[in-house]
């Protein structure tokens, strides 16, 4: 059989990878010697240098020996744990050992020896399956967005084969698409062969090509297509023992499903009869009851996207048509996995998300007697660190600042024209009904954002065909609408348009617009943007951007290959990528729910996304942008709203805020517990409840060791004179500042611009705060609760004592608060197009927050910052330990003392900046300018709590009422 060129190119990589391992000095390993290792190679087998792309291979070499990969944290509790996992047990492990050496074929060794130390970080933390008795492990894996949970996953199942797990069962979300998505990744990665209806056909695929021994094939009872579920039927002529190889089930998190496999583990795998007072007498709820346990084959479950459908939230799914459906209760669902684990007296359970908000709100004490213990991972919680080579929120939307969000990538285009100005009408208002005619100026047609960004598409599929990789994946997502029939009609206009063009660049007839469009896209945005990106990350691509004559000589051959397709619960369409392999799908998704969670676009270069009713708790669906990109990342694109990109990133500010807590609790040795009981009140739930609050409750907050911050705040001019004059008497009142502080941090001089009040009395601070007027939209920071809060810590003696910080050195015009407090006012420059919202990025510069410490005590948030930093590309733009410590160490030595350290819970840090609404503009000769010339200064604050362990809670009344009437019900 001929090999393909891009199989050739993978063989070459790994011999020449292998042969660069043994360079001693590997920051020697130079194009030069890299051609060198090739010239070897080709010399074994000169067939492969005749269709060998040599700048390919080097281009690719070198990319994979500057990958660096971040550090994995983890939070454990090893009650009742007894440890197993060493070197003798991992001898002859050949489920791992064939995976490994397929995933060499594509990945740097780096990468994979990155994938090795984690999945042995994960099975150690189980128990050993040979191990007797009764026991249950239960825990939580936390990857970033699109940044290979399922490779993880995949390598964790086929260590545990080896070590002798023997039902194994992959909860693959609550779509056919993504089951039979799963079971086909499982197939490449653990099986080896392909799993078909008609068994007795099936082809060897993946690491069945590396070791294909089939007396070590693994049983798999489902298998790749749409109704390859687990069923009646299946289970009918199913039967296991114990000696038999592992057993893998693919299912869905779907009601019929679970229940069937429940009654076949009670029916022919349960071994052992539970005394008759372990169950309960007359209940019936229509699912299959535990009355027997198997005790002979360990269970490991494996629950992707662990924070959907499995977390018991009495939440209620919709379908595509709004109506209830029964088989998707998430309530169920959560039964039936709790019942399953309950009917083996050995089990594991990892649950793999990127959004653990769910996960957080489950009791770590949940449990019933016919189910057992809730979902909660009691037994640890790690989050995995991404390799360089990943592009996430850091990478796309920059790292937030007082300059706004600053270093994200020229990727996000912004989009209008889908709606009319208040969003009720138009092509995809905002709050359309199942059966809306989406129409632009009256016409049945395209709005321009998505016609430009169909252009983008066949542009970046021409241009990876110029780069060679034609037989390449190159997909594109449209996802405007939750209804079939408005997909129906979308699906219809994208097929209208693709024709539209095809025609005309095919046959060179009235072409000469489409070609005029196309043209000026390229050398407008693609040539300067992609020079940039190359430029922001060289690592990403080896391509220079293609001129404008190389594109339109393919752009025929590109536009040919390109296919449209309507993924939902009624379609027949799938992304069947695997049945492209060589030549590559090149195809333009349109769809909802179904391409919402976990289902991989290959090759995903442009996304039109908008926000339709009831999306937010879909919102992670723009993870689609993130992930890895090698050598297109210049040709991405993502079109959206501008408030579903504030959105995002509200929700990127808030998942960092809880690893960073989690990165320090880590280093301090706390238990998953711990954690659940520490961010279970954390104000940054204020923002997430509208994601995953389904039910009217009202959440219980505690803002110790906490920054709050005002970013959003008012434009109507009454509402700032009446915060400056409250800021003005608080000032007014105090005694004599320190002028201009001057503070010693690890043995260099850090001066501030501005006044210090010390021992400020609390209720000066209430004050203040009850007087002050935060923005509605300002979620996080409420002033009257952050008041109500301080009395309650005062009671109890602490926050009784406060530092005043008046911050000024800004480049705006100087301004008198009061008698002798003057400063220069700040630049914040707005980022919100609303009327009645200004919108900044950061208010408090990093080094603000510690103000207030001594040396002593600055070394110590030094040192706790350090200790707990992990390098994590997806949050880190270098490997390179911090220099100063972190807002949440600050607060914590704050709080809780240190080594030769005081702790001063007692004290807390009010922080004042007044912003210069002249200077307020991102352009600076904006029409009309956002304020009027008379604004009065802005004055912002932030308050920064000290730690502590005194347990005081405020209410948040979360109005879910006001909050759909506004933005629709949560999903």
């Known amino acids: 059989m001929k090999i393909t060129a891009e199989e050739i190119k993978q063989k070459v990589v790994k011999f020449v990878q292998e042969l660069l391992l043994d360079e001693e000095d590997r920051c020697a390993i130079t194009p030069a010697l890299i051609a060198a290792k090739i010239d070897m190679v080709v010399a074994m087998k000169p067939s492969w240098g005749e269709d060998l792309h040599r700048d390919a291979v080097t281009d690719e070499l070198i990319r994979r020996f500057s990958l660096w990969i971040g550090q994995n944290t983890t939070l454990r509790s090893d009650v009742g744990h007894v440890p197993w996992l060493n070197s003798s047990r991992k001898q002859d492990w050949r489920y791992w050992q064939r995976y490994r050496e397929w995933l060499e074929r594509k990945l740097s060794w780096k990468a994979v020896e990155a994938l090795n130390k984690s999945t042995d970080s994960i099975l150690e933390l189980l128990e050993d399956p040979t191990r007797e008795g009764h026991w249950d492990r239960r825990g939580l894996v936390v990857g970033h967005v699109q940044s290979g949970k399922t490779g993880s996953y995949t390598g964790l199942i086929c260590k545990a084969a080896d070590a002798g797990y023997k039902i194994i069962i992959v909860l693959a979300g609550l779509h056919n698409n993504l089951r039979s998505q799963t079971q086909i990744r499982l197939e490449e990665g653990f099986l080896g062969y392909k799993t078909l209806a008609d068994r007795e056909t099936a082809s060897v695929i993946g690491v069945g090509e590396i070791d294909s021994d089939k007396n070590i094939y693994p049983n798999c009872a489902t298998n790749r297509s749409n109704a390859g579920d687990f069923s009646t039927r299946i289970a009918r002529h199913l039967a296991i023992s114990p000696e038999e190889r592992p057993w893998l089930f693919v299912v869905k998190k779907n009601k019929t499903v679970l229940r069937e496999l429940l009654k076949w583990v009670q029916n022919h795998a349960a071994d052992t009869n539970l005394p008759r007072t372990d169950g309960l007498e007359g209940f019936d709820d229509g699912l299959p009851r535990v009355q027997k346990i198997v005790t002979k084959l360990p269970l490991l479950i494996i629950d992707d996207e662990a924070d959907h459908a499995s977390v018991d ?41 990127a959004t653990p908000f769910a996960n957080i709100f489950i009791h770590e004490r949940g449990e019933t007697r016919e189910e057992g213990p809730d979902l909660f991972p009691s037994s640890f919680i790690i989050n995995l660190a991404a390799p360089s080579n990943y592009i996430g929120p850091a990478q796309i ?140 990350q060289p690592n990403q691509t080896s391509f220079l951007i293609p001129s404008w004559d190389k594109i339109l000589a393919v752009l025929p051959d590109a536009i040919s290959d390109i296919e449209i397709r309507m993924i939902n619960g009624t379609a027949k369409d799938a992304l069947d990528y695997d049945e492209h392999d060589g030549s590559g799908l090149k195809v333009i998704a349109i769809g909802g729910d179904k391409l919402s969670r976990g289902l991989t676009l290959n090759g995903l270069c442009v996304s039109y996304f908008l926000r339709a009713s009831r999306m937010y708790d879909t919102l992670m669906q723009m993870g689609r942008w993130f992930g890895y990109r090698p050598d297109y990342l210049d040709l991405c694109r993502s079109y959206t709203t501008t408030e579903l990109s504030d959105w995002f990133g509200h929700i990127t500010d808030a998942a960092e805020e809880l690893r960073e807590e989690f990165d320090l609790m880590a280093a301090s040795g706390a238990t998953p517990r711990d954690y659940g009981l520490k961010v279970q009140s954390h104000s940054v739930l204020m923002v997430t409840s509208r994601l995953k609050m389904r039910a009217a409750r009202n959440l219980m907050l505690s803002f ?24 003005r008497r608080l000032l007014c ?140 590309p997806a949050r880190h733009k270098e490997n390179k330990e911090p220099e100063l410590p972190n807002g949440l160490a600050v607060r914590t030595i704050r709080g809780f003392g240190a080594n030769g350290v005081a702790a001063r819970p007692d004290r807390g840090l009010l922080l004042l900046y007044a912003l210069d609404p002249k200077l307020a503009d991102p352009e600076p000769d904006h029409t009309p300018p956002i304020f009027p010339p008379d604004t009065p200064p802005i004055i912002a604050f932030g308050v920064s709590f000290p730690g502590s362990n005194s347990g005081f809670k405020v209410q948040y009344k979360v109005n879910n009422v006001l909050w759909e009437q506004e933005y629709g019900a949560a999903e």
């Not at 939230?313 to 595509?320: G, L, N, R, S």
């Not at 009142?733 to 501005?754: M, T």
């Not at 300002?778 to 609760?785: M, T």
Request: aromatic residues 8%; contains cysteine; hydrophobic residues 40%.
């Open 397 to 536: 939307f920059g790292l937030l600042s007082p300059e706004g969000r600053q270093g994200g990538l020229p990727l996000v285009r912004h989009i209008r024209d889908h709606a009319s100005e208040d969003g009720r009408s138009g092509w995809m208002p905002i709050k359309h009904r199942n059966g809306h005619q989406p129409l632009y100026n009256g016409f049945a047609s395209l709005p321009p954002s998505l016609v430009e960004a169909i252009d983008a598409f066949v542009l970046a599929c021409a241009a990876r065909r110029v780069r060679g990789h034609e037989s390449e994946h190159c997909s594109m997502l449209v996802h405007v609408t939750r209804f079939n029939s408005v997909q129906r009609e979308v699906h219809r206009q994208v097929v209208a348009q693709i024709e539209h063009m095809r025609q005309r660049i095919l046959r060179s007839i009235d072409h000469e617009q489409t070609l005029i469009r196309m043209k000026s896209l390229w050398e407008t945005d693609f040539i300067p943007n992609g020079t940039a990106i190359r430029k922001a």
């Open 733 to 872: 009142s105090l005694n004599n500042p320190e002028v201009n502080p001057v503070r010693i941090r690890a043995h260099s001089r850090q001066e501030w611009k501005g006044f210090l009040w010390h021992d400020v009395a609390v209720e000066c601070i209430v004050d203040f705060l009850m007087a002050y007027r935060t923005h509605p939209e300002a979620y996080k920071v409420n002033s009257v609760l952050i008041a109500e809060f301080v009395q309650s810590m005062a009671i109890a003696g602490e926050l009784i004592r406060w530092t005043i910080a008046l911050i000024g050195g800004g480049e705006g015009t100087a301004e008198e608060i009061c008698d002798g407090i003057k400063v220069n006012m700040l630049k914040r420059v707005n980022s919100s197009s609303s009327e009645n919202r200004y919108s900044i990025g950061r208010l408090i510069s990093p080094r603000d927050e510690a103000i207030d410490l001594d040396e002593a005590a600055w070394e110590a948030a030094l040192t706790a910052t350090r200790q707990s930093w992990h390098a994590d």
């Open 313 to 353: 939230t009495q939440e209620q799914v919709f379908d595509a048509d709004g109506n209830p459906d029964e088989e998707h209760s998430p309530t169920t669902i959560n039964r039936l996995i709790r019942r399953l684990l309950h009917s083996f007296s050995r089990a594991a359970y990892i649950g793999y998300t």
């Open 704 to 727: 110790s060791g906490q920054l709050l911050e005002t970013v959003s705040l008012y434009r109507d001019p009454s509402i700032l004179e009446h915060n400056f004059r409250v800021t």
